[in-house]
């Protein structure tokens, strides 16, 4: 069956703006949550999404959002962009809420100018 | 708070001989933990887990051992193909219904031929 999808694959965006990710998991797979990679930082946990509500949140400033449709699809969004938010964003499906291990996607490559 | 990190940033290997990737963790309460191998353009993949109660435990070519009197686990790679050349990352998660696991920064394998 088809994996974690997430598109766009490659963004360009400027300071000041703001973007939409979006994210489809595994067929089945209802928990959904969010991570920002980054060569320093590592994979740094965002928000995981179950039953179209956050259930968990990791230390990102209010700028970054997310939300799940009914059908478990979700989109992140991160308003008024910074340099420093340019990284990898990936998404990553279970089945259920804190269920392991995730399916990851190959994530969407956000680049600040 | 949870830390995971992998003791060497980088590791070079010959095509045939055994990897040993290592990494701690600082939280005792951990009780589940996962290794991903990420390559380049791609998403994190799921490799092996274990939890708490096992000490090791084997997959095809790997093997993953967990030694909580000093909060540390390993990934050893069987017969290194050039196949395994990527960034291999440690995670740990704890029972409790939250998706939050905690990721260290990666190890990155270079199996030279």
């Known amino acids: 069956k088809a994996g974690v999808t997430q598109t766009p694959r490659y963004l360009i965006k400027t300071r000041g703006q703001q973007v939409t990710l979006s994210c489809s998991p595994i067929s089945g797979h209802r928990s959904v949550s969010w991570y920002q990679q980054t060569p320093g930082q590592g994979l740094q946990f965002l928000f995981e999404y179950f039953s179209e509500t956050q259930r968990n949140k990791g230390n990102f400033p209010g700028r970054f959002s997310g939300r799940q449709f009914s059908n478990s699809r979700s989109e992140m969004n991160v308003s008024t962009l910074e340099l420093g938010d340019s990284a990898l964003y990936l998404c990553a499906s279970s089945l259920s809420e804190g269920n392991q291990p995730q399916h990851f996607g190959d994530g969407t490559r956000l680049s600040i100018l | 708070g949870e830390s995971v990190g992998l003791h060497l940033p980088t590791l070079s290997v010959q095509e045939g001989d055994n990897s040993i990737i290592n990494c701690a963790y600082s939280?005792?309460?951990?009780?589940?933990f996962i290794w991903y191998k990420q390559e380049s353009g791609k998403g994190p993949q799921f490799i092996i887990d274990?939890?708490?109660?096992?000490d090791k435990r084997q997959g095809q070519r790997v093997t993953v051992l967990l030694n909580k009197t000093v909060k540390h686990l390993s990934l050893q790679i069987a017969a290194t193909q050039p196949g395994d050349s990527a960034v291999y990352f440690c995670a740990g998660d704890h029972s409790g219904g939250y998706q939050k696991v905690t990721f260290g920064t990666g190890t990155k394998l270079q199996v030279i031929p």
């Open positions: 274990i939890r708490s109660n096992m």
């Open positions: 939280n005792s309460a951990s009780d589940y």
